[in-house]
Structure formats: C-alpha cells, structure tokens
C-alpha cells in the first residue's frame, strides 16, 4: 500500500534562501552610501554577503568600500591604470562631481574639525549648531560680508553638504526655543578626505585666502 508521506518532517523540504537580499544591497550601493543605523537589517545582509557583493562590483571595475567601526559603506571607481599600463580604460560607472569652492571650504573645515574632536576622544559623535558652522567658515570670507547675505551662503553651502551625505540634519531637542538646526558630522568625511589631504591642510587654506583675496570686491578711492 502506497502511504502518503508528503507531510511527514521527514520529507518537508527547507525553502531555498532568496536572493532578494543581494539584489537589494547591489541597488542601494549603486545608488549612494549604505549606513548601519539607517538600516541595520540591509546592514547585517552586507556583512553576511559582502564576498559577493564584492564580485560582483568588481565586474563594473569597482571596490566596495565598508568600514563596520564606523558603521558605513559605499562603492568607488577603482584607481585608473597608469600611462605605462596598456590594458584598456574601462568607463567610470561612479562619475567625478566637481565641487563648489565654498562646499570645498566647508569640507576641509569639517575634516579638520573632525580630526580635532577625535583627537580629544570624548565622544563618538561630533555635533555642529548652525552657528558653529557659520564662525567655522567666517574667518576665510571677506570682511565686511553682509551678515544676512552670509549667513544665507553658509545655509545653502550646509544644505549642499547633507545632499552629498557628509553631514545629518538633527531634530530639534524637546523644547529648543532657539528654533536653529544642529548637524551631525559623518564620519564617512574621513574616506574622502584622508589623511594625507589633511597634511596639506595647512598649504590649501592659504590657497583658500588666496582665492578670496582675488575674487573680494576692491574697494576704489577717489581719485
């Protein structure tokens, strides 16, 4: 006699894992840095996949950047050959963004800033009121500057700076009566502006002055 054994445990088969979780982390890389506590279940995914993910970005000739102390990852262009190297240059799949002085300025400021708040070691967070920001970059403006009309730059330079995911616009605490915004600093700032960049910080900000000093208006006396 033919028994049915099809909903015995013996004969229960375990569903194949779904490869849902790869397709998602390869999208959301592609599309911009993956933070760990924006999601932990995406984050926990790419540690668990991060050997295929990385084969598989290898093929459109990128690396996968993933740094899990801090708590992020992101995909970047690997270096180009160099002109003795006669493979072939294969397109960049991340394009190059040419940054704004002004966004230039307020990231080598932040790095520094940051260099500094790690160097003292008392938190892991590093936290800026808008009004810090705006004193971080006063002193490399023009004197004289419209306070209004400055203020107005450093808020457009700020909000350029969270588009490119190097600063967190915080809620305001429970009862704030000043109503002005704080920002986190990402720490992901310390990939993209490394150490040796920040070595020669010193020689950029003169460059900086320079700068400014040539495109401030001139003031003209009567002749």
Do not use: C
Request: glycine fraction near 4%; charged fraction near 25%.
């Amino acid at each position: 006699m033919n028994e049915d054994l099809s909903n015995t445990p013996e004969t229960i088969l375990t569903a194949p894992a779904p490869v849902a979780d790869l397709s998602a982390l390869l999208i959301n890389l592609l599309k911009g840095v993956l933070y760990r506590d924006n999601d932990e279940r995406q984050w926990a995914a790419l540690l668990n996949l991060q050997v295929q993910v990385r084969d598989y970005v290898a093929v459109l000739n990128l690396d996968l950047l993933l740094d899990e102390a801090e708590g992020y990852a992101f995909l970047q262009s690997r270096p180009e050959p160099d002109d003795e190297d006669k493979s072939p240059r294969l397109p960049r799949l991340v394009a190059r963004r040419p940054l704004s002085f002004p966004v230039s300025l307020l990231l080598a400021l932040l790095r520094k800033k940051l260099a500094e708040f790690d160097a003292g070691g008392a938190d892991t967070r590093l936290v800026l009121g808008r009004d810090d920001i705006v004193e971080l970059v006063r002193v490399f403006l023009p004197s004289g500057s419209n306070e209004t009309r400055l203020i107005d730059q450093i808020e457009t330079t700020i909000n350029k700076v969270i588009e490119l995911g190097f600063l967190r616009k915080l809620k305001p605490a429970t009862g704030s009566a000043s109503g002005l915004a704080n920002y986190e600093v990402r720490r992901i700032l310390r990939a993209f502006v490394d150490a040796q960049w920040l070595a020669e910080f010193d020689a950029r900000l003169a460059n900086y002055h320079s700068h400014l000093a040539d495109t401030s208006p001139k003031e003209s006396g009567n002749e």
